[in-house]
Nanobody, 128 residues
Framework: QVQLVESGGGLVQTGGSLRLSCAASGRTFSTYGMAWFRQAPGKEREFVATISSGGEITLYEDSVKGRFTISRDNDKNTVYLQMNSLETEDAAVYCC?????????????????????WGRGTQVTVSS
C-alpha cells in the first residue's frame, strides 16, 4: 500500500505561482510512475502531468506546457508540481497518483484508470 498526501495548494492571483508537493509512504516510491490530475467543479478529472519512476521522462497536458513543471525527489519520496503563470482555468482540486507500471512509457499515461494509488487532493484557487 502506498499513501499519498498532497500539500501546497491555496489562493493565488492570475499570473502567480504555486508549488504543490505530494509525499508518499513506503519504500518503493522510486519504482512508481507519478502523475498529477485535476478536477474543477462540474468537470471531469483531467490529466496534468506525469513523470517516470527515475525522473527521466516527463509529459504534460497541452494547456500547461511551458507553465507547469513536474519533478520528483526519490530520496524524499516526494513529487512536485511547479505551477507558474496561473490562469483562472487552472483552478481545481489537484491530486497526485502513483502507478506501478511506469505508464509514461505507454499510451495509457493520461488515463486515470491506469493509476493504482491516489491522494485526496489539494485545492488551487486562482482569482482574476
Amino acid at each position: 500500500q502506498v499513501q499519498l498526501v498532497e500539500s501546497g495548494g491555496g489562493l493565488v492571483q492570475t499570473g502567480g505561482s504555486l508549488r504543490l508537493s505530494c509525499a508518499a509512504s513506503g519504500r518503493t516510491f522510486s519504482t512508481y510512475g507519478m502523475a498529477w490530475f485535476r478536477q474543477a467543479p462540474g468537470k471531469e478529472r483531467e490529466f496534468v502531468a506525469t513523470i517516470s519512476s527515475g525522473g527521466e521522462i516527463t509529459l504534460y497536458e497541452d494547456s500547461v506546457k511551458g507553465r507547469f513543471t513536474i519533478s520528483r525527489d526519490n530520496d524524499k519520496n516526494t513529487v512536485y508540481l511547479q505551477m507558474n503563470s496561473l490562469e483562472t482555468e487552472d483552478a481545481a482540486v489537484y491530486c497526485c497518483a502513483a502507478d506501478t507500471n511506469d505508464l509514461v512509457y505507454s499510451d495509457l499515461y493520461s488515463g486515470a484508470r491506469g493509476y493504482d494509488y491516489w491522494g485526496r487532493g489539494t485545492q488551487v484557487t486562482v482569482s482574476s
